[in-house]
């Protein structure tokens, strides 16, 4: 069993999760949050789950950030055919991964398989993972096929990370260790069987109708706040003098409020309810103020740390890169028309 402090003493400085972390990360079932039971998986609520995933970020930024992706992966046990998820995850240590971007192509056989070729990036968990997720545009005979709608198809596919050529090329200021690297496929043929639609289950449970940007939206707010809250804790340890009282209080009132939110929405979806464009629209909105105020308090505070905590070995400083590397996602990026650079 590896106490928090553990995990922080392995990661500091580390390009890399141990393979002891990793180890306890499968024995924990942790990368199966998402997963029904039925599957072998610890079936998290929605609720619950954002708890945990707050809990891993507060305790590493790499750690939180591999696990959050790399459990999201696996959520696709729900979007897989019930024979496929369940030959798939009876592997205990099964851990997928990959990328949202669409990096290539999957020309279709007569013979219900395709041949997918393309690069992919930002692949978080790379070195650990046993299977890779991608996108992929649909084409036969060289051709995108287009829905009645005019729009190219898109599928995804699941393929063992032995079938892929990873390329370590994770260069960013923070996140080091979390693994974050592209990868590339040719001319590999995959079955259909092992491909899937990620807003069409298999599966009939709650967590199935959240929209995926409310899910994509608060699983990287408690990120966010996670890393937060250990900030305040490095900096105390810098600038003992200094109050982070009410910084700590605002993490805590904000954190409660993300948790408040995944209940109303359980609590919706449960009475056979859907989740309006306005409401998600609503805590798109929040998520995107709140990750700005958040980058506005850290920066503020960091400037007032002093030269300790620009030490490059410090953790306090490896916190700070893993939050604005974290923080540079695109969901809530703020648009041009937000940006005001007079001064």
Same mark, same amino acid.
């Given at each position: 069993m590896?106490?928090?402090?553990?995990?922080?003493?392995?990661?500091?400085?580390?390009?890399?999760?141990?393979d002891k972390v990793i180890q306890h990360i499968?024995?924990?079932?942790?990368?199966?949050?998402?997963?029904p039971k039925k599957y072998g998986g610890l079936g998290y609520r929605f609720e619950e789950g954002l708890k945990a995933l707050f809990g891993w970020a507060e305790t590493d930024g790499s750690f939180g950030w591999m696990l959050t992706l790399c459990a999201g992966a696996n959520?696709?046990?729900?979007?897989?055919?019930?024979?496929?998820?369940e030959l798939l995850f009876t592997n205990s240590n099964i851990c997928f991964g990959g990328s949202g971007m669409v990096g290539g192509t999957a020309e279709k056989q007569n013979d219900n398989t395709y041949i997918i070729n393309g690069l992919w990036n930002f692949a978080t968990g790379a070195p650990h993972l046993t299977h890779f997720t991608l996108n992929a545009r649909i084409t036969e005979n060289g051709k995108p096929i287009i829905d009645n709608n005019g729009n190219e198809i898109i599928r995804s596919f699941i393929v063992l990370k032995e079938q892929a050529e990873i390329i370590p090329n994770w260069r960013s200021m923070g996140m080091k260790a979390s693994g974050t690297y592209s990868f590339t496929l040719k001319n590999?043929?995959?079955s259909e069987d092992y491909s899937f639609v990620y807003d069409h289950f298999f599966t009939d449970d709650i967590l199935d109708s959240i929209p995926f940007r409310v899910f994509a939206d608060l699983t990287l707010l408690v990120n966010y706040l996670g890393m937060a809250s250990h900030f305040i804790e490095e900096a105390e340890l810098i600038r003992s003098e200094i109050s982070f009282k009410s910084f700590a209080e605002s993490v805590e009132k904000h954190l409660r409020k993300v948790l408040s939110i995944a209940r109303d929405i359980?609590?919706?979806?449960s009475d056979h309810k859907e989740i309006s464009d306005d409401q998600q629209?609503?805590?798109?909105t929040y998520g995107t103020e709140l990750t700005k105020q958040l980058s506005h308090q850290i920066l503020t505070v960091y400037i007032q740390l002093g030269i300790r905590a620009t030490d490059t070995n410090s953790a306090v400083y490896q916190?700070?890169?893993?939050?604005?590397?974290? #923080?540079?996602?695109? $969901? !809530?990026?703020?648009? #041009?028309?937000?940006? $005001? !650079?007079?001064f």
């Open positions: 590896l106490s928090t402090k553990d995990i922080r003493q392995d990661l500091q400085g580390a390009s890399i999760v141990s499968h024995e924990e079932g942790w990368l199966k949050i998402w997963v959520y696709f046990s729900r979007n897989i055919k019930p024979e496929i998820a590999l043929i995959v359980e609590n919706i979806l629209n609503e805590i798109h916190v700070f890169c893993d939050y604005f590397t974290a #923080a540079m996602h695109s $969901n !809530f990026r703020p648009s #041009a028309d937000d940006l $005001n !650079f007079s």
